[in-house]
């Protein structure tokens, strides 16, 4: 099968992971999507999302976008993202370490945050969204802190849209804000612009949700970083 950001999103139609109507964000906007990575909850659907996350990081090794050597993953979602893309890409012949975190230290047992392999050299992110960018500034900062270097943060979805209130509207994106702050590079499998190229398709999955273009690209252009 073809891993592209279009069948990406088609996948995540078919396990409910997107879905369209009127929904309201975490800070309180209106938005006509809803993208929740935790519906990728059965084996077979973790299987294939780390074959589109392999797909991403290999295609951009080969053009030069991304040097690494171990992966890690921001706990809580990016451990299961972490663990599932390194077997992933240990099937396409690339076997790499990897690492997550706890949120509070253990002082006991093997102690300390750390989990897995010593963070070392490059080190590529792995996690679902950046919705204000706080949890992976303290990836960096954790990486940094080891001796290592953050290769870059891949996710799954980049919603390309203005942060804060209506009154204040930052000029960046949260992916972009997080770019310019820590120099770490940011590659999504799908954008919002994706989404949108889907939707104007003849997919017949995208059918039922054409309806729901016009609400996007007024979204787009309201929103749009």
Do not use: C, W
Request: proline share 4%; hydrophobic share 45%; glycine share 10%.
């Amino acid at each position: 099968m073809t891993h592209s950001s279009e069948h990406f999103i088609e996948f995540a139609l078919q396990t409910g992971v997107l879905a369209f109507g009127d929904f309201t964000t975490k800070s309180g906007r209106q938005t006509p999507y809803f993208f929740n990575a935790g519906r990728f909850d059965h084996g077979a659907a973790l299987r294939r999302l780390a074959g589109f996350y392999a797909h991403t990081i290999l295609a951009n090794r080969a053009a030069g976008k991304l040097r690494f050597d171990m992966l890690f993953g921001p706990a809580y979602k990016g451990i299961a993202l972490a663990a599932a893309t390194a077997i992933a890409l240990s099937e396409q012949g690339v076997d790499l370490p990897f690492a997550f975190n706890r949120k509070e230290a253990k002082d006991h047992g093997e102690g300390g945050v750390l989990i897995g392999a010593p963070l070392a050299g490059r080190v590529l992110i792995i996690d679902d969204v950046i919705t204000d960018g706080a949890a992976k500034r303290e990836s960096v900062a954790l990486i940094r802190g080891q001796g290592a270097q953050p290769a870059g943060v891949v996710i799954m979805l980049d919603r390309m849209e203005r942060m804060g209130p209506e009154s204040e509207l930052s000029r960046e994106s949260a992916v972009q804000a997080f770019e310019r702050a820590t120099g770490t590079p940011v590659i999504a499998i799908a954008n919002l612009d994706h989404l949108l190229g889907f939707l104007r398709s003849d997919s017949l999955l995208a059918a039922p949700a054409r309806r729901q273009l016009p609400a996007l690209e007024q979204y787009r252009q309201r929103y749009g970083a």
